[in-house]
């Protein structure tokens, strides 16, 4: 896009009637879409779950958003997530057959297609270069966690999210809690002193197994390993980092985003040993030491048939926070109690739509779009990076056994994630074993 194109993108805004028009089913055509000028494009790399959820929440999130690119890694993919797309949005995806991308590169292909937005939603190990190829060529990005499974790869990011503000443009990221509202207000009243000085907090995300695809014939060994990215630290992270990360985002957002002083954790796998679900752990227990001994207790297990837990709950030296994601409790106790409820902001039926608790997925993007509309692009760079970084010290901490620093590991050479990658490559990386494998 011309800076000229961009600068009336982000200055005309949209008015009433165009919005009106392009929700008109004759209007709502290609023809219409094509022709305005007025109309953001987005382009989605990896189009799995996630990424195809997150293309109908751009799409929602505007009235003049179309859907023009598609890259991924598989075509099977990419079909399943058009066709859905499809269905679901009718005239507002707009993408041909030449610009569905399918391989490792599709990435280059979906930026260089003249979009205007980007939604990020590969296996993690692949965020730092699409970070820096969505930067470099001038697009607002929607990013899904986590961003890096090594220190290399979170130092790119770090430069990559630095550019994207230098250069005006948005950076949304996928810590979808940090967009929802009933969080919003709890953790802002803990950050306002509501329950003193916090003394202590605890952070969980104890769940049960994911999905797992078996091998076909004609799949190489990294075709394996990719369809089924979450088992190997070097696509995903480990779970501590791809999953439970939520969490620990959470308790750093409660804690004022600083960062520890001291990380020391342990973790293994002892339930899913099985060698198909590659090298990651299967729990880890954290304890994250701040200035004035303020210590943060974490944990997370991926098992079946364990207890479930996925909460917050804060100490302070005059109350106590809880925020429970599976009951969706917000309580705070103590000197001045208090409990988000939202039910008392339903005036109608429809009214949920507009209240707080809307799904904060729309959220993330209705903000996003809202931002590039107003020329104040969102930027999600600092508080991101510094929660990826915290769930990397944590899995640093239970796979070596040691005490360690977020510097030492934000500042580690250990590369997991190869620089080149290729389809008939084979790369394997031991279960680590804390107290053998020390290297931070
Ligand atoms: N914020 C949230 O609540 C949330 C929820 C689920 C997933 N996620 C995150 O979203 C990301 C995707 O997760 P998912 O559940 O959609 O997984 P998924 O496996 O369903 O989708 C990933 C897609 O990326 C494709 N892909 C693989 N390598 C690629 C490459 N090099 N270039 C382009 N595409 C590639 C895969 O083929 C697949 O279609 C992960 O980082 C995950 O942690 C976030």
Known sequence: MNYTRRKFL??????????????????????????????????????????????????????????????????????????????????????PDEHKFIGLDAFQKVIASDVDVVLLAA????????????????????????????????????????????????????????????????????LEGQIGTVLAAESTYNTGELWYKERQNTWSDFEYQLRNWLYYNWLSGDHIIEQAIHSLDMMQWALGDKLPLKVTGSGGRQKRVDSKFGNVYDHFAVVYEYENGLKSYFSCRQQENTSPSYAVELVGDQGKCLVDCRTGEHIITGKEPWKYDDSTKFTDDKSYEKSESRSMYQQEHDELFASIRNNKPKYDGDWMVRSNLIALAGRTAGYTGQTVSVEEVLDSNEKLFPDNVSWDMKHSIPVAIPGVDTVI
């Open 10 to 95: 982000h200055t005309a805004g949209l008015t009433a009637a165009t919005g009106l028009l392009a929700t008109n089913s004759v209007l709502g055509s290609d023809l219409f879409w094509r022709k305005n000028s007025n109309t953001l494009k987005v382009g989605l790399i990896g189009c799995g779950g996630r990424g195809t959820a997150a293309a109908v929440e751009a799409l929602n999130a505007d009235s003049n958003v179309i859907l023009t690119a598609m890259g991924d890694a598989f075509s099977d993919h990419l079909d399943n997530s058009f066709q859905t797309l499809k269905e679901k949005m009718g005239s507002k995806v707009q993408v």
């Open 123 to 190: 296996p993690p190990a692949f965020r730092p270069s699409h970070l820096e190829a969505s930067v470099n060529a001038g697009k607002h990005i929607f990013c899904e966690k986590p961003f890096a499974v090594d220190g290399p790869g979170l130092r790119r990011v770090i430069e990559a999210a630095k550019k994207a503000k230098s250069q005006n443009l948005a950076l949304v990221s996928g810590f979808c809690w940090r967009y929802h509202l009933p969080k919003r207000e709890t953790f802002g009243k803990v």
